[in-house]
């Protein structure tokens, strides 16, 4: 499986941003993708998850309501919707793949992943 993550780029506080991962190869009836992040110093961060068959959503409490993900099964495809974003959003943000069916705080763990895209790099400028 191979994940690619695109849509990084410079953007203004406040404005918005969409990040895509598109999946190749190997599929899988009952994985779960998610897209993690990681500032300079600092630990990858679980973002958010979703499930392939019920596209069930997961966030962290420090993006719910600002940020959505959602995926196209029939194009292999997830997305990062980000509103409003901050400052403090600007990180390299990853995306990631389990082939296994799993729940909510084990999608959390980055140790569950085991397919990962090469990240995208998110600036944000005041």
């Known amino acids: 499986v191979q994940l690619q993550a695109s849509g990084g780029g410079l953007v203004q506080a406040g404005d918005s941003l969409r990040l895509s991962c598109a999946a190749s190869?190997?599929?899988?009836?009952?994985?779960?993708m998610a897209w993690f992040r990681q500032a300079p110093g600092k630990e990858r961060e679980f973002l958010a998850a979703?499930?392939?068959?019920?596209?069930?959503?997961y966030y962290a409490d420090s993006v719910k309501g600002r940020f959505t993900i959602s995926r196209d099964n029939a194009k292999n495809t997830m997305y990062l919707q980000m509103n409003s974003v901050k400052h403090e959003d600007m990180a390299v943000y990853y995306c990631?793949?389990?082939?296994?069916?799993?729940?909510?705080?084990?999608?959390?763990?980055?140790?569950?992943?085991?397919?990962w895209g090469q990240g995208t790099l998110v600036t944000v400028s005041s």
């Open positions: 190869g190997r599929t899988f009836m009952n994985d779960a």
């Open positions: 979703i499930t392939k068959a019920s596209k069930r959503e």
């Open positions: 990631a793949l389990t082939p296994i069916r799993s729940v909510y705080m084990t999608l959390t763990r980055k140790e569950t992943y085991d397919y």
